[in-house]
């Protein structure tokens, strides 16, 4: 550990975009009564997305100014568009709860291993290529938007090996169950 952050558990749902990890996350996260640390991004809302619950919307003047003064633990950008997660989020998610969550990819994934060591525990979702698509076309998702995670999918699902545990989410109850089951099992049994 690195010493920053060293009272709590945080999990880290990593994987292939599409695969159901923000799904599954949020499910298991209310279920267990864990915080979500939400990250700010200078991409624009999706529909039915909400500032301040799925991302704190940002312009990219505030994201980089914010970036200088040294606010963010770490960022990332991912065609032509900033995310990141403040330090301060994280430490005020961790006086509201023990346990915290986020949703991040594999360079995120990376530095809150780095910096949270045996307290970070990474939950690797995916599906494959043409499972995710099919989804994706069956709820009418844009095909900018199927594109930008098949261009990605490589990448993605190359960091299955470095993680904690790895889930292929066929089934969504039957993973969610799967999942939280491992949870479960790196926590007090008074947690749940
Ligand atoms: N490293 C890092 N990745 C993030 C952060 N926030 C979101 N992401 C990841 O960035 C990628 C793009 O996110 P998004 O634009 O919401 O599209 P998604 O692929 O539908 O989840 C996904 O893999 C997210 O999990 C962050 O703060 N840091
Ligand atoms: N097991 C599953 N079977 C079918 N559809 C699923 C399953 N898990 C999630 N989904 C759907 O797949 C889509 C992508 O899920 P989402 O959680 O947004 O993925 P990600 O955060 O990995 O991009 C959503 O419409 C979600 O309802």
């Known amino acids: ?17 599409g695969s159901g990890r923000k799904t599954i996350a949020h ?7 864990f915080q979500f640390v939400i990250s700010h991004t200078t991409r624009d809302p999706r529909p039915r997305e909400t500032h301040g619950k799925d991302y704190y919307f940002t312009s990219r003047k505030e994201f980089i100014e914010a970036d200088i003064r040294g606010e963010f633990i770490q960022t990332v950008e991912l065609d032509n568009h900033f995310y990141g997660i403040k330090k301060a989020d994280i430490t ?3 006086k509201a709860s023990p346990v915290i969550y986020v949703i991040v990819n594999r360079s995120g994934a990376n530095k809150l291993k780095y910096e949270f060591g045996d307290k970070a525990i990474r939950l690797f979702i995916y599906v494959n290529k043409q499972l995710i ?13 199927i594109r930008h995670y098949m261009d990605h999918y490589i990448e993605e699902v ?21 999942i939280k089951h ?3 099992a790196h926590l007090p049994a008074t947690t749940s």
């Not at 698509?133 to 938007?145: G, N, Y």
């Not at 190359?158 to 799967?178: G, I, M, P, Q």
Request: hydrophobic share 40%; charged share 30%.
């Open 1 to 17: 550990m690195n010493g920053n952050f060293e009272n709590g558990t945080i999990f880290v749902f990593v994987g292939t975009s």
């Open 27 to 33: 499910q298991i996260g209310k279920e267990l009564g």
């Open 92 to 94: 005020a998610a961790l």
């Open 133 to 145: 698509q099919e989804r994706l076309q069956a709820k009418a998702v844009s095909d900018e938007i």
């Open 158 to 178: 190359s960091y299955r090996k470095d993680c904690e545990h790895v889930f292929e989410n066929l089934d969504l109850d039957e993973t969610k169950a799967r």
């Open 182 to 184: 491992s949870i479960l």
